[in-house]
Antibody, heavy 119, light 112 residues
Framework: QVQLVQSGAEVKKPGTSVMVSCKASGYTFTGFAVHWVRQAPGQSLEWMGW????????KYSQRFQGRFTITRDTSASTTHMELSSLRSEDTAVYYC????????????WGQGTLVTVSS | QSALTQPASVSGSPGQSITISCTGT?????????VSWYQQYPGKAPKLLIYDVSHRPSDVSNRFSGSKSGNTASLIISGLQAEDEADYYCSSYSSSSTLERVFGGGTKLTVL
């Protein structure tokens, strides 16, 4: 069965960076894009960007351009996201989500990783 | 402020039908048949309910359906059950130069 398993919770200081990983299993990793979506406490979902796991192409929300990077390791079927210059407003649960096969949507999600930014 | 507009809350009694709306623009909801809907329980990851406006994954109950008219998409839940009490989010592809996917602000469904 398809699974996306994310790395554990992080506590970071403002101005530093955080990396969250997302290990995929149960499907052909290079056949689908992986998206990153975040959700601040009590707030809605916010799309951050995606990576084509096959060729490594990326697209980011302009809101995070310059401080957000998605990479992938095909040998480990893992996607990584890094967010730098952290501020308190980046405190959120970060999700990875697999692109839907044969349609537009996110059909499988990781369990989420809480990133807390606090001095 | 979210790109797509949803009502903050809706409610209904068991057995009833409810509709959650999702309003965007011609650059997203109105311009493409790429609207999806998600159900989220507290502390859990979202679950895909509807994709491409009205298509349902095989593991989703047929009590959930979707439609679209102009710049507004709708999620319809029929035969409301207590387990349907959750948050619901719409999402759409967007041709905006600043982001490719947009979400709604979310709707809290209360089953009375």
């Amino acid at each position: 069965q398809v699974q996306l398993v994310q790395s554990g919770a992080e506590v970071k200081k403002p101005g530093t960076s955080v990396m969250v990983s997302c290990k995929a299993s149960g499907y052909t990793f290079t056949g689908f894009a992986v998206h990153w979506v975040r959700q601040a406490p009590g707030q809605s979902l916010e799309w951050m960007g995606w990576i084509n796991a096959g060729n490594g192409n990326t697209k980011y929300s302009q809101r995070f351009q310059g401080r957000f990077t998605i990479t992938r390791d095909t040998s480990a079927s893992t996607t990584h996201m890094e967010l730098s210059s952290l501020r308190s407003e980046d405190t959120a649960v970060y999700y990875c989500a697999k692109d839907l096969h044969g349609g537009t949507g996110f059909d499988y999600w990781g369990q989420g990783t809480l990133v807390t930014v606090s001095s | 402020q979210s790109a797509l507009t949803q009502p903050a809350s809706v409610s209904g009694s068991p057995g009833q039908s409810i509709t959650i709306s999702c309003t965007g623009t011609i650059s997203d909801v109105g311009g493409y048949n790429y609207v999806s809907w998600y159900q989220q329980y507290p502390g859990k990851a979202p679950k895909l309910l509807i994709y491409d406006v009205s298509h349902r994954p095989s593991d989703v109950s047929n009590r959930f359906s979707g439609s679209k008219s102009g710049n507004t998409a709708s999620l319809i839940i029929s035969g409301l059950q207590a387990e349907d009490e959750a948050d619901y989010y719409c999402s759409s592809y967007s041709s905006s130069s600043t982001l490719e996917r947009v979400f709604g602000g979310g709707t809290k469904l209360t089953v009375l």
